[in-house]
């Protein structure tokens, strides 16, 4: 049983179109984070949610906790080639205390020029 | 500023031999994070360490792995008489404190194939 479910597993954009990737689960969790993980690298973290309801800003990134703290959204507006790569959700449901994050299988992202 | 160090970052083993996977974490973090990807999969939590101790091993498979962090030195993630289904990158992170509420950093990660 996955408990977070990413959608669209796959996108393929061109450059300057906006798009909107989703992290849902049927859990309740303490916070959520978003990570880019480009090919035969680690992933790097993009932004922590802790508050249902919160909205985090970076840069042409946004992304939404939900309400109930069950999901999430990433939106990038006027995507560039830059983007390409993993999108990654991870959930923790204990407040990270264990370490023991949740991730989904991810969001492969194509922007092309 | 040196991130988390992880290596070898690809490593190869015939089945039955035993693959060492090192990780340094960032400088002034005593927390290490071991995660597993497997091919067109997420990341899967395995074990988390604080020098000298482990703390959740929840993830790890009951046998033939094995981790660690001394007090001096790297954290070890041993794999003992390697299958062809170990293959598969292996991530490393480390934070200042306790858990994953304050930022952790990920290594570029081990591959492993077993062949």
């Known amino acids: 049983t996955q408990l977070l479910e990413q959608s669209p597993q796959f996108l393929s954009i061109q450059e300057g179109e906006n798009l909107t990737v989703y992290c849902n689960s049927s859990?309740?969790?303490?916070?959520l984070q978003w990570y880019r993980q480009e090919p035969g690298e680690g992933p790097v973290l993009l932004v922590t949610?802790?508050?249902?309801?919160e909205v985090k800003k970076l840069k042409r990134l946004t992304f939404q906790f939900g309400d109930a703290r069950k999901d999430s959204s990433l939106h990038i507006t006027a995507a560039q080639p830059g983007d390409t790569g993993l999108y990654l959700c991870?959930?923790?449901?204990?407040?990270?205390?264990?370490?023991?994050?949740?991730f989904g299988k991810g969001t492969k992202l194509s922007v092309k020029p | 500023n040196a991130g988390v160090m992880q290596n070898p970052r690809h490593l190869v083993r015939r089945r039955g031999q035993e693959a060492r996977l090192r990780c340094s974490p960032m400088?002034?973090?005593?927390?290490v994070y071991w995660y597993r990807q497997l091919p067109e999969e997420g990341l899967k939590f395995m074990v988390y360490?604080?020098?000298?101790?482990?703390?959740?091993e929840s993830g790890m498979p009951k046998e033939r792995f094995s981790a660690e962090f001394p007090k001096e030195g790297p954290s070890i993630l041993r794999i003992q008489q390697v299958v062809r289904g170990d293959s598969a990158a292996y991530f490393c992170?480390?934070?200042?404190?306790?858990?994953?509420?304050?930022?952790?950093?990920f290594g570029q990660g081990t591959r492993l194939t077993v062949v």
């Open positions: 992170a480390s934070s200042p404190v306790r858990g994953w509420g304050t930022e952790a950093f």
């Open positions: 859990s309740v969790f303490s916070s």
């Open positions: 949610v802790v508050t249902g309801g």
């Open positions: 991870a959930g923790s449901k204990d407040g990270g205390s264990q370490g023991n994050l949740i």
């Open positions: 400088k002034g973090h005593s927390h």
């Open positions: 360490l604080q020098k000298e101790n482990i703390i959740d």
